[in-house]
């Protein structure tokens, strides 16, 4: 069992950056591949991006890629999303996962997910 704690969104305007962190417990987190999903207003969760449990490989939704970036710090428990040059339609609540998996299968589907934390960008 992992437990994920999001944090880091807020309100930015069109342009702009924010950097999103998720926290994990316990000491298997590198047993974990992590990802990053997102619920638009009125939407369905849709997938963001995902990284291996080594952090050498990622992948990425097509609406993110070039603005986005995945990373990992394992001796922290921590996943970040740099998000860059963000949009309106960036406007949702993040999710992170985490998924028992020896590679970076897609689709990524995780078995933990945190609370989720409010990313609204404004025109």
């Known amino acids: 069992q992992v437990q994920l704690v999001e944090s880091g969104g807020g309100l930015v305007q069109a342009g702009g950056s924010l950097r999103l962190s998720c926290a994990a417990s316990?000491?298997?987190?590198?047993?974990?591949?992590m990802g990053w999903f997102r619920q638009p207003p009125g939407k369905e969760r849709e997938f963001v991006a995902a990284i291996s449990r080594s952090g050498g490989s990622t992948l990425y939704a097509d609406s993110v890629k070039g603005r986005f970036t995945i990373s990992r710090d394992n001796a922290k428990n921590t996943v970040y999303l740099q998000m860059n040059s963000l949009k309106p339609e960036d406007t949702a609540v993040y999710y992170c996962?985490?998924?028992?998996?020896?590679?970076?299968?897609?689709?990524?589907?995780?078995?933990?997910w945190g609370q989720g934390t409010q990313v609204t960008v404004s025109s």
């Open positions: 316990g000491r298997t987190f590198s047993s974990y591949a």
């Open positions: 996962g985490a998924a028992v998996s020896t590679g970076l299968p897609y689709p990524f589907s995780p078995g933990f």
